[in-house]
């Protein structure tokens, strides 16, 4: 039914086709084995989130798309390893960069950096990967339409450690 200022809809089944395009993205990766012992690996990702459509046979979604370009932009992510062999042993570093999807919001980003060391046998490897993440970001309780909200600005941190068991056969 229509009021004056709504729109509602039901579905007995609560479903709804629609599709998504997803946003354009260009990679392009570099690397490098040195000796047959090392390896460099750099990829550069550059991603048009403004590019990304909902699309339905029966709705338009020309507000929605609008909205999408209007509140997205151009972002990269730049990600970059390298491992070195020796023996039953592999030791590698590694770190990332992930800008922002937001016009409004350039600054923010995720930074991540990486070190590990696998073990290897015959049948059996075990791998010990550290992993810290920062990211920097605003956070809305809410944001509604003429009404000021004010962002936290927040930088956090956070340590993995994990390990992984594996079984060659």
Same mark, same amino acid.
């Not at 338009?60 to 609008?66: A, H, Q, V």
């Given at each position: 039914?229509?009021?004056?200022?709504?729109?509602?809809?039901?579905?007995?089944?609560?479903?709804?086709?629609?599709?998504?395009?997803?946003?354009?993205?260009?990679?392009?990766?570099?690397?490098?084995?040195?000796? !047959?012992?090392? @390896?460099?690996?750099?990829? *550069?990702?550059?991603?048009?989130? #403004?590019? +990304?459509?909902?699309? /339905? $046979?029966? =709705?338009?979604?020309?507000?929605?798309?609008?909205?999408?370009?209007?509140?997205?932009?151009?972002?990269?992510?730049? !990600?970059?390893? @390298?491992?070195?062999?020796? *023996?039953?042993?592999?030791?590698? #570093?590694? +770190?990332?960069?992930? /800008? $922002?999807? =937001?016009?409004?919001?350039?600054?923010?980003?995720?930074?991540?950096?990486?070190?590990?060391?696998?073990?290897?046998?015959?049948?059996?490897?075990?791998?010990?990967?550290?992993?810290?993440?920062?990211?920097?970001?605003?956070?809305?309780?809410?944001?509604?339409?003429?009404?000021?909200?004010?962002?936290?600005?927040?930088?956090?941190?956070?340590?993995?450690?994990?390990?992984?068991?594996?079984?060659?056969?």
């Amino acid at each position: 039914y229509f009021d004056t200022a709504n729109f509602v809809a039901t579905s007995p089944e609560n479903k709804y086709n629609y599709y998504m395009i997803t946003p354009a993205r260009y990679i392009g990766s570099l690397g490098f084995i040195i000796a !047959r012992q090392a @390896v460099i690996s750099l990829d *550069a990702e550059f991603v048009n989130y #403004a590019s +990304a459509k909902l699309k /339905s $046979s029966d =709705y338009s979604f020309i507000t929605e798309n609008n909205n999408i370009a209007n509140e997205y932009t151009w972002g990269y992510n730049l !990600r970059g390893v @390298v491992e070195y062999n020796y *023996a039953n042993l592999a030791f590698r #570093a590694g +770190a990332a960069y992930y /800008s $922002s999807p =937001y016009k409004d919001y350039k600054d923010r980003y995720t930074v991540s950096y990486n070190a590990g060391v696998r073990i290897r046998g015959e049948y059996l490897y075990v791998d010990f990967n550290y992993s810290l993440i920062n990211k920097k970001y605003s956070y809305y309780l809410y944001k509604l339409e003429n009404i000021p909200a004010d962002a936290i600005n927040a930088n956090q941190s956070a340590n993995y450690f994990t390990t992984t068991i594996g079984v060659r056969f």
